[in-house]
């Protein structure tokens, strides 16, 4: 059976793979590699593909799948918290950019109807290659990405009323005033669908799906709600764009968005690409370089005005004029609704065929330059705002964020634990007692409902997947620790962790010591088999990385040995008995090493003639002799053989002292 759009899929992908390769090796942007990779397949290139209408169709699909994703990010709290961004920030960007292009027209001797339509097009951004550059660069929450984000969804609301908007300025508009209030109206409905949703239907619907523990229930439970969403928006006129950003607002309200993130995003990527290619194949190259010197001049009037017109919606929010800056340069291109409009002016006269030349070629040129402008637009923010107010603005543009009080807190040099099983469970205890800050990553939806009521700071999801291991800021832990009983799922889990940080040590639980071989090799530092006291072991370890001293360790265990094991099902939330742990030096360790050694350079002769530092980079702090222990430690200090020494160094110096103490 031949499948119509497969030849074209194969041609796209195969000389995508190729054109990015080679831009890759020029660091030039993957984005830019698919915009040249339409050029070329398209029919104004090579010809390659002969059915751009389902290329058109799998563009559509990366559109939706983006906003979705976007939605799924955001919620509809953070939502709440940019409104006066949206609408203010918003209406003056659009606005704005269609008073200044009217202007610009109406002296190029252009129709006023037409100088309008312009405006429109103009003031139009490309919210799926924005946003995609902001997630890449870690943007996405930073001031001037909140700014951006908040204009680009006015944008893709104002884009319906634009299109009522459209038969007006010809002349041909029926009963306007009535278009406008129905959509009002299904607009308001789409946000009562939206609301009542993520409130009480979504979060239970994904709760149900949850418990069956089958990872295709539950993506196939995400994929419909987005594409229900998205249906809905598109029959009452909005656009599926919009709907898709609707249906990830829905689930970000649930504890399942992470998991829905990891789910979808592989297939946002590969259709994402199908639309930046299918833009690329619009470009008609001849008149491109026959009208070089018009088109460069038109590009550089819309990033100027596009530009501005940002900056000042920015600056009119009293955001400082660096962050304003970064916005409007962010925002400076003409996006794909105006693509969409575009078609639209064409059928009602508004744009002849040479002007939707210079539009797609103006287009597609802002499109190509936007990873460039957005790569150094810090640079040019900073220049801009030194000669303007003459000293540059200490804005840090790291990830800001909110974070309301159910999502997981912000952590640093905590515990990560993976499973919350019989064995996750101790460790979580022994981490609440000694006061060690910690989180959990669980699949089973009803232990994680049921353990967020009680406080427990725990998220959905499968740590297979690099987003969710990001979440709970593993590339910040000092420890994870695996204690699920799949052996499988364990080695991806130890794999997908050395992906987002080499340094964390990683503690695996495993029934088999068969298994440890094979899980050294693929990354974790402690391996402990079942055979072991697994739970006692896990977070006796643990405590000894914080630097616990390892006479309080051993009272510890001994207290849960000595009370067969009850201790660890009622370990009180906090406690007194270790409270002093050191978290500030990760990279020493505090050992004690007995001497077996006779050798004469070391055993009774002065610290000051053994020179310990020099010879082996460690530091002796005590010693116990029988039952006497040394505390003043001096250049007299003599170390005798059978004597316990206690020494601070890096890792590597004490392991090779202790194996030169141990040779006869």
């Not at 350079?601 to 040394?630: C, H, M, P, Y």
Request: aromatic fraction near 8%.
């Amino acid at each position: 059976m031949e499948i119509p759009v497969l030849d074209d899929v194969v041609i796209i992908l195969g000389l995508a793979v190729v054109v990015i390769l080679s831009f890759q090796r020029f660091r030039l942007p993957t984005i830019l590699g698919f915009l040249i990779t339409g050029v070329i397949a398209g029919p104004h290139g090579l010809s390659l593909v002969d059915n751009i209408h389902n290329i058109e169709i799998l563009a559509e699909i990366g559109v939706i799948m983006l906003l979705f994703i976007i939605g799924m990010e955001f919620s509809l709290r953070k939502l709440a918290l940019i409104k006066r961004t949206i609408f203010i920030g918003g209406t003056t960007q659009v606005l704005g950019s269609i008073l200044l292009a009217t202007a610009v027209m109406l002296l190029l001797n252009y129709s006023l109807g037409q100088s309008i339509f312009i405006g429109f097009l103009i003031s139009l951004s490309s919210t799926a290659i924005v946003l995609k550059l902001l997630q890449d660069n870690g943007e996405f929450n930073s001031p001037h990405g909140k700014i951006v984000l908040a204009i680009l969804i006015f944008q893709d609301i104002v884009v319906v009323p634009m299109m009522l908007l459209t038969p007006l300025l010809t002349g041909k508009a029926d009963n306007i005033g009535f278009q406008l209030l129905l959509m009002f109206l299904k607009g308001l409905l789409v946000i009562v669908v939206v609301l009542i949703s993520a409130r009480y239907l979504v979060p239970r619907l994904l709760y149900l799906v949850a418990q069956t523990k089958s990872k295709e229930l539950f993506i196939l439970s995400i994929v419909a709600i987005c594409f229900m969403v998205a249906w809905l928006t598109s029959s009452l006129g909005l656009s599926l764009a919009l709907g898709a950003f609707m249906a990830g607002l829905i689930i970000s309200e649930s504890e399942y968005s992470h998991q829905a993130t990891s789910n979808i995003l592989p297939f946002r990527e590969i259709f994402t690409s199908f639309f930046f290619v299918s833009i690329g194949m619009l470009l008609d190259m001849s008149f491109l370089l026959t009208h070089l010197p018009l088109v460069l001049l038109f590009t550089l009037g819309t990033f100027l005005i596009n530009t501005l017109v940002a900056t000042v919606a920015a600056r009119l929010l009293q955001y400082p004029l660096r962050t304003a800056i970064l916005a409007g340069i962010a925002l400076f291109q003409v996006g794909e609704f105006a693509f969409i409009l575009s078609k639209t002016g064409l059928s009602y006269g508004l744009l002849t065929p040479v002007t939707y030349q210079y539009f797609l070629s103006v287009s597609l040129l802002t499109m190509a330059l936007t990873p460039f402008a957005i790569q150094h637009s810090r640079r040019m923010a900073s220049f801009i705002s030194l000669k303007l107010l003459g000293k540059s603005e200490p804005i840090p543009f790291e990830n800001y964020s909110h974070t309301p009080s159910e999502e997981l807190p912000e952590l640093e040099d905590h515990i990560v634990i993976i499973g919350f099983g019989i064995n996750g469970r101790n460790v979580a205890k022994a981490a609440r007692f000694a006061k060690i800050p910690y989180t959990i990553i669980e699949m089973n939806a009803v232990t994680v409902k049921k353990e967020r009521h009680r406080g427990e700071p725990i998220l959905f999801g499968d740590a297979v997947h690099t987003m969710i291991l990001s979440h709970v800021n593993v590339h910040k832990a000092r420890v994870v620790v695996i204690a699920i009983s799949d052996p499988d799922a364990t080695k991806r889990i130890i794999a997908a962790v050395r992906q987002v940080s080499a340094k964390v040590h990683i503690i695996v639980r495993t029934r088999f010591v068969e298994e440890m071989n094979e899980n050294f090799r693929i990354g974790a530092d402690e391996v402990i088999p079942e055979e072991f006291e697994t739970s006692i072991e896990i977070f006796t370890r643990v405590l000894s990385k914080y630097l616990m001293p390892r006479d309080e360790i051993e009272h510890f265990t001994q207290l849960i040995r000595s009370d067969n094991y009850d201790m660890l099902r009622s370990l009180p939330g906090s406690g007194n008995a270790i409270t002093n742990l050191s978290h500030d030096l990760p990279d020493i360790e505090v050992a004690s090493l007995r001497v077996y050694t006779s050798d004469s350079s070391i055993v009774e002769k002065a610290l000051a003639d053994a020179n310990l530092r020099g010879r082996f980079n460690i530091t002796l702090v005590a010693i116990k002799r029988e039952r006497q222990t040394i505390l003043d430690i001096n250049a007299h200090t003599v170390i005798k053989k059978g004597d316990v020494i206690y020494v601070v160094g890096k890792p590597d110096d004490v392991y090779r002292f202790g194996n030169y103490l141990k040779e006869e």
